[in-house]
């Protein structure tokens, strides 16, 4: 059986400061979902004491959380053991980042997408027939911004207006299990910006919808808002449809 042995210097002189426990999480999870550490692999707590430079309640700690989310279990006269990817949460926000930050990127962001395809629209349609006037009006006014900032270039200003555009829909739904997606849509959209996985500079097309998503909302147009929002899940299918198809990673898991 496999068992993982960490090490390397900077790892070994990793300080114990505020905000390490982040850090070892973020460090492990990625290494989870990169395949470093692979399906049954069994990871030593007093090798990763060391090479962390942490107290075993902080070991102890990350280990609960990863467990939480279905990376790992504790066995008999085993020890702690790295669990396939079809056990993980793959609906939490923190697997969603590391997939996005390991080498299962496209993976994760052809399986988001699609579920964004099949969640956004009929969102988008229930918030027309919910949304109440100040909530239709704010989603008009961040297309309108969204609009300025790609024009202008201003990525970091278009990423933070993307997601809270998507964020206000979902909310507006009035399905408490859509709202309950938000930081999972968000998630993939600074990860899409992160990697490098979009154009840097947003179409005049996508631009337009997010303006159409939001008039047809205001307007009471269920079907209209729907469809806009269809067609801006499809660009975005087709933005990335080339860098899938240049990979060469597998389908699925």
Not at 53 to 64: D, H, K, M, P, T
Request: aromatic letters at 6%; charged letters at 25%; glycine letters at 8%.
């Amino acid at each position: 059986m496999e068992r993982y042995s960490p090490g390397g210097a900077a790892a070994q002189n990793a300080p114990a400061e505020a905000g390490l426990h982040a850090r070892v999480l973020d460090d492990l999870g990625t290494a989870i979902c990169g395949g470093e550490l692979a399906p049954g692999a069994v990871l030593n707590i007093d090798e990763l004491i060391d090479r962390y430079a942490v107290s075993r309640s902080v070991i102890r700690e990350v280990l609960r959380v990863l467990a939480s989310i279905g990376f790992i279990e504790a066995r008999r006269r085993v020890g702690v053991m790295i669990r396939p990817a079809n056990d993980w949460n793959v609906f939490d926000p923190q697997v969603i980042r590391w997939r996005l930050a390991s080498a299962g990127r496209i993976t994760q962001l052809r399986s988001i997408t699609e579920l964004r395809t099949a969640v956004e629209p009929h969102a988008a349609w229930l918030a027309a027939g919910r949304a109440g006037h100040d909530e239709a009006s704010d989603l008009v006014g961040l297309a309108a911004k969204m609009w300025a900032a790609g024009k202008a270039g201003n990525e970091e200003r278009f990423l933070r207006l993307d997601i809270e555009f998507h964020r206000r829909v979902l909310v507006a739904s009035g399905n408490e299990m859509f709202v309950r997606l938000q930081d999972l849509v968000a998630e993939v959209l600074t990860g899409r910006h992160k990697h490098h996985l979009m154009p840097h500079h947003p179409s005049d097309e996508a631009l337009q919808l997010h303006a159409e998503v939001a008039q047809a909302i205001q307007r009471h147009e269920g079907e209209r808002a729907r469809q806009a929002m269809v067609q801006l899940m499809e660009q975005a299918f087709d933005e990335m449809k080339s860098i899938w198809e240049q990979s060469a990673e597998p389908a699925g898991f």
